[in-house]
T-cell receptor, first 114, second 113 residues
């Protein structure tokens, strides 16, 4: 089955820790995205990548880092610099180079600071 | 800056009713508008994608319209069922780089028996 897989589903972080959220897709999409969802707010873009080895900051990139070493993978690291990391994180992908194509989402990772 | 608004924030209807969800956006320079469904604690499922050159799209009991000049889209759900209960999100693809989406805050729908 083609799709986007996020892991883990639930993640707990202690104060001062860095944690990494996994996102893998087998849709052969060039573009991948990370969004954050908070209660009562729309999804906000953290980082996006149009092609391997290239990525750009979104609207709320502070305290986060990403890498794009493989086409199918786009991991997100939540660093200790992110002061309010508790949220639901969603990864998405789409065909790049063709603006206006459909975006597909994974099932999300819920991160909680303990 | 593009802003997307969805009204109402929550809606409760009896089963079988036809209903309309509204989405408005401030900048008409969009490539497309996408409607998503989100179940509690889950990811987003794409329902309909309307390109900026299109007026509407249909899938089963769902029909989405787009009026780009007025910055509005509606999602029409016919003969609602309890299984339609979810949060519905609209998002626009903005110009100026990639397929970045700007989301509304969603309409939480409950269809009661």
């Amino acid at each position: 089955d083609g799709g986007i897989t996020q892991s883990p589903k639930y993640l707990f972080r202690k104060e001062g820790q860095n944690v990494t959220l996994s996102c893998e897709q087998n849709l052969n999409h060039d573009a991948m995205y990370w969004y954050r969802q908070d209660p009562g707010q729309g999804l906000r873009l953290i980082y996006y990548s149009q092609i391997v080895n290239d990525f750009q900051k979104g609207d709320i990139a502070e305290g986060y880092s990403v890498s794009r070493e493989k086409k199918e993978s786009f991991p997100l690291t939540v660093t200790s610099a992110q002061k309010n990391p508790t949220a639901f994180y969603l990864c998405a992908s789409s065909i790049s180079g063709v603006v206006g194509t459909e975006a597909f989402f994974g099932q999300g990772t819920r991160l909680t600071v303990v | 800056k593009q802003e997307v608004t969805q009204i109402p924030a929550a809606l409760s209807v009896p089963e079988g009713e036809n209903l309309v969800l509204n989405c408005s956006f401030t900048d008409s320079a969009i490539y497309n508008l996408q409607w998503f469904r989100q179940d509690p604690g889950k990811g987003l499922t794409s329902l309909l994608l309307i390109q900026s050159s299109q007026r509407e799209q249909t899938s089963g009991r769902l029909n989405a319209s787009l009026d780009k000049s007025s910055g509005r889209s509606t999602l029409y759900i016919a003969a609602s069922q309890p299984g339609d209960s979810a949060t519905y999100l609209c998002a626009v693809t903005i110009t100026g780089g990639g397929n970045k989406l700007t989301f509304g805050t969603g309409t939480q729908l409950k269809v009661e028996l």
